[in-house]
Structure formats: structure tokens, C-alpha cells
């Protein structure tokens, strides 16, 4: 529904001639004086709002989208990276009837909707009411608006959608500044929120030309939050809760700047298992993010590219590796996941050095099935930050079995250290590949895709989990391909176009290592 503004409430004739109407019963005066028929009076409060749902149905629809706006292809390629992003074309694009069921609602609601529904957990989203209810709501309402807008005009390929994505990017970026500047404001969740979701906006808009370093900036403002709302937060579900959601975007920022977890972060966690209570969707990965603190510290030791005692950095590796598998077999005990085994099409054989075309979202022959999305994200992380860990290890490793001063005994050890890293790394990255299907909507009875499912939500934590999968030493190039597509297709199904410039990458060879340092690192 469209306000249409003041209405004029003359007589059909003055309307039309411009002139001005005395509203006199059963004729106006300029009538009489014409001695012309009086065609009398409408009910402008009828009037005052106006019906546009087939207008905006018709210009948010993908044969709208193609007509009259420039190729998605071209409107992603704006940036100046090196290489353009891959046509949509070459695989079909999914469906995703969000935007065409909620067409009866303003379109910023629409963008909300689809945001929360999504990027939001449920011990945060249970006291969204409450937050948006204070001073500091206007922030984080554009902010998630702006993510859902942005999202959903991507996936339909609309311009006009982004124009107010953009716009709402804007009035969030001045609230929250403004929010900021008060000291009572500064804390509150709801400029967490706001500050947490314009950091998704930059992934969702990600354009070549800063891969994480928007992302990044607005994530060192979440940690400054939280540090400055203090350990008291932790006893507010709630607060619990943004804590959380968070920390977890810090510590990615932190591994791609390749800095240290900072020491009160890592207190806070500890001191967060208390106030987890039964049912707390995002307790489940406490544990894990304290090793992946750890891990992130190991790699930021190594950012200045020396390579201090590396036997010691070995064995610290080894026990690091322990532990995440020790954490993955008590997580396995109460969060296990279920294996789902298909056949695969004749002429179409998937992963493992076979061809892949045409493209499936089934990687091989099984797939997993996780109890919700949060369960699945924490797996990945699990894996991803274990990919991380081997890829040092080995590197090390081989770095030593290489040194001439090395006795065969210890030779022959760090060249085990080498293997086994290298067979571990091709399980996870192949456990990887076959959450994708989850997220895409497989059952355990059916594996269609179901792009209008919340599960869409958690392939913006299966980004970086794939693109490292596709990095890893000895990747086969028909793996390295599928992952290029699936990303591919999340791009463009769930409206996340760092995915798309993932995909690019990928297809055009161009590296991209966690740790460049590495291969300038000398004894």
C-alpha cells in the first residue's frame, strides 16, 4: 500500500479546469455560475491509499529485472578486480519465491523479514522486540534492512532493490554514528546489531575490490562494543546471546589480519559457559571457539614470515590438532549428524578426479543432514579452523624433512606429519562439500533444492569453509570446480556476492592464501 498524499476534495469539473472549489451542497458556486452539472464530491479518506502490489509483484519479478536493467554479469563486474565474474547462464538459476509471496508488505518489512529470518539466532531474535523499541532502533532497523534489501536484489536481479538497500545502508551508517556519540546509546544491543549487520551488508554487496576489509572495519567496531559493554553482559541471555554471535566475526577478521584474539575475548568465553542455559542455540560452539582463538594466535606468530624454533611450532600444532578432534568426538556424541547415501546418475559422476557436468549440488555420493543450522555452522567452523591448522602443520613439516641437518628418524617422522595432514585435510574438505546439500534444502528422503528455506541462511558460514576446501595442497581441479559452482549458485540463490567473487578466484586460478607468509618463511 502506497500513501498517496493530499488529495484534492473538489468537484470533478474544478478538478479538472484548476479551479477553486467552494464545496457547496448539491453544487459548487463555480458550477452554478457555468451553468454546468455539478458531478459532486469524492471520499478522498478512501482514496488516501493506493494498492501497488501488482505494480511491485511486476517490477521485482526476474522477466521484469531482465528487460529493463542491465545483465547481473555486467552489474556485478563494477569493481576493479582483475578478472570479470563468471555469467549467471552457465547454470540455471534457482528459484526463490520470497520476494513474490511477501509482495503485500513494504518493501523495507520485506527486506527485514528476509534478513532475520536468516542471520539472526533465536536467543537474540526471542528480545528483538524489546531492542528496537529503544532510542537506538532506527540503526539497527536500517542496517537489517539494508542486508535483507540487499539480498533479495540480488537474487532478483533488481536494481531498484539495491538503489534502497543502499539507501537504507546510508541512514544506518549516520544512526549508528549517532548512536555512538552518546555514551548510554554507545552499549545498548541495538547498536551491536547495527554495527554486526552492516558488517553483512559489505559481504553481501562484496564487490572483488575488498574482499574482507570493509568487513573487517566494521568488525574491530563490534569488538570495541563489546569490550566496552563489559563482562556484565553475560548474565542477559540476551546480551549472552550478541556476544556470541559476534565473537565468532572477530575471530574470522582476525585470522584474515592475521591478529591475535584479544586477551578479554578469550576470559569472556570462559566465563560464558555459566550462563548458557538448556536450549541455547549458539552454546554449542564455546569450546571450539576457544580453539580456534588458539589457533588463530598460532597463525598470527607466524605474520612476519620467520620461522622461530619450528619443531616447537610442530608439536604446538600436534596438540592443537589433538585437541579439535577430541572436541569433534564429544561434539559428534550430542550433535551428530546423518549420513545420506544416493546413487549417482549415469553420466554424471561428481568429485574424486571424475568430470562434473552438469553441475549437482551433491558432491559425491552421500550427504549430511544436520539437527539445524547451527549445528551445521559449528561443524564448519570445526573444520574450517582444522583445514587452517593442517595447512601449517604440513607446510612446517615439510619445511623440516627438507633441512639436511635432519636425522632419518626425524626425517621420516615429519614426513608422516606431511601425510597425514594431507589425508586428514581431503576428509574435511570432502565433509565440507557434503554439508552444501543441507543448505540447499535436502531431506533425507529427497535432495531438490528449496531456495525459500531458512537453511539458506547458514551458506554465509559455508563461504570461507569452501573456498579453503578448494585451497588446500593436492586439491583436484574437478573438486576446485565444483566448489567454483556451488558458489556459484550461492551468490545468486541466497543473494551473497562474495560467494560470486569466491567463484571467480577459484575459476581463475588466482591464489589466495590465509597464510602468505609461509612461503617466505626460512630457518
Not at 572477530?250 to 591478529?259: D, E, P, S, T, Y
Not at 559425491?364 to 593442517?390: E, G, K, M
Not at 543448505?439 to 559455508?462: N, P, V
Not at 551473497?496 to 602468505?516: D, E, F, H, K, T
Request: proline letters at 5%.
Amino acid at each position: 500500500m502506497v500513501h498517496r498524499g493530499k488529495l484534492s476534495a473538489a468537484c470533478g469539473p474544478c478538478r479538472s479546469r484548476r479551479l477553486k472549489c467552494d464545496h457547496k451542497r448539491p453544487s459548487c458556486s463555480q458550477c452554478i455560475r457555468a451553468k454546468r452539472e455539478c458531478s459532486g464530491y469524492r471520499d478522498i479518506s478512501s482514496r488516501r491509499f493506493f494498492d501497488q502490489t501488482e505494480e511491485v509483484k511486476r517490477k521485482n519479478s526476474p522477466s521484469f529485472s531482465s528487460s529493463s536493467s542491465p545483465s547481473t554479469a555486467s552489474a556485478l563486474t563494477s569493481s576493479s578486480h582483475s578478472s570479470q565474474l563468471p555469467p549467471r547462464q552457465q547454470i540455471s538459476s534457482p528459484s526463490n519465491p520470497c520476494l513474490q509471496h511477501q509482495v503485500s508488505i513494504p518493501l523495507r518489512d520485506q527486506g527485514a523479514a528476509f534478513a532475520l529470518s536468516r542471520y539472526l539466532n533465536r536467543s537474540v531474535g526471542n528480545g528483538l522486540p524489546s531492542i528496537l523499541n529503544t532510542p537506538s532502533a532506527r540503526a539497527a532497523t536500517a542496517s537489517i534492512n539494508a542486508v535483507g534489501l540487499a539480498a533479495l536484489s540480488n537474487i532478483h536481479q533488481s536494481p531498484q532493490l539495491m538503489f534502497t538497500a543502499r539507501q537504507e545502508y546510508g541512514s544506518a551508517l549516520a544512526e549508528t554514528n549517532a548512536a555512538l556519540s552518546d555514551p548510554r546509546q554507545a552499549t545498548s544491543d541495538a547498536s551491536l546489531i547495527a554495527v554486526t549487520f552492516l558488517g553483512i551488508f559489505e559481504i553481501m554487496v562484496c564487490d572483488g575490490t575488498s574482499l574482507m576489509g570493509k568487513f573487517v572495519k566494521h568488525m574491530d567496531g563490534c569488538s570495541r562494543i563489546i569490550q566496552l559493554r563489559g563482562s556484565q553482559q553475560l548474565e542477559d541471555p540476551i546480551g549472552v546471546g550478541l556476544f556470541t554471535l559476534s565473537r565468532r566475526n572477530i575471530v574470522l577478521g582476525n585470522f584474515w589480519l592475521k591478529r591475535s584474539t584479544p586477551p578479554w575475548l578469550v576470559q569472556w568465553s570462559h566465563e560464558a559457559f555459566p550462563y548458557r542455559h538448556e536450549g541455547d542455540d549458539m552454546g554449542t560452539d564455546d569450546a571450539l571457539f576457544l580453539l580456534m582463538s588458539r589457533v588463530g594466535d598460532l597463525c598470527a606468530s607466524l605474520k612476519n614470515g620467520v620461522l622461530i624454533e619450528p619443531a616447537k611450532l610442530v608439536k604446538r600444532a600436534l596438540k592443537l590438532d589433538a585437541e579439535l578432534a577430541a572436541w569433534a568426538k564429544s561434539f559428534k556424541l550430542t550433535r551428530d549428524y546423518t549420513v545420506v547415501t544416493v546413487p549417482e546418475p549415469v553420466g554424471e559422476i561428481t568429485g574424486h578426479g571424475k568430470n562434473i557436468s552438469p553441475f549437482r549440488h551433491i558432491y559425491s555420493n552421500h550427504y549430511h543432514i544436520y539437527p539445524d543450522t547451527v549445528i551445521s555452522a559449528c561443524w564448519n567452523d570445526y573444520r574450517f579452523v582444522h583445514l587452517l591448522l593442517l595447512g601449517v602443520l604440513g607446510w612446517i613439516a615439510g619445511h623440516l624433512s627438507d633441512k639436511e641437518e635432519i636425522d632419518a628418524t626425524r626425517r621420516s617422522e615429519y614426513r608422516e606429519t606431511v601425510g597425514y595432514s594431507t589425508m586428514l585435510s581431503q576428509q574435511l574438505s570432502d565433509d565440507v562439500c557434503a554439508s552444501v546439500p543441507y543448505h540447499f534444502g535436502a531431506t533425507e528422503t529427497s535432495f531438490q533444492e528449496d531456495w525459500s528455506s531458512s537453511r539458506t541462511g547458514g551458506m554465509i558460514r559455508l563461504l570461507w569453509p569452501l573456498f579453503l576446501a578448494a585451497e588446500r595442497d593436492a586439491v583436484t581441479q574437478e573438486t576446485r570446480d565444483w566448489i567454483a559452482n556451488t558458489l556459484f549458485k550461492i551468490g545468486y540463490g541466497a543473494g551473497i556476492r562474495q560467494a560470486l567473487v569466491m567463484s571467480n578466484l577459484l575459476r581463475s586460478g588466482s591464489p589466495l592464501s590465509w597464510l602468505p607468509e609461509l612461503a617466505r618463511m626460512e630457518s
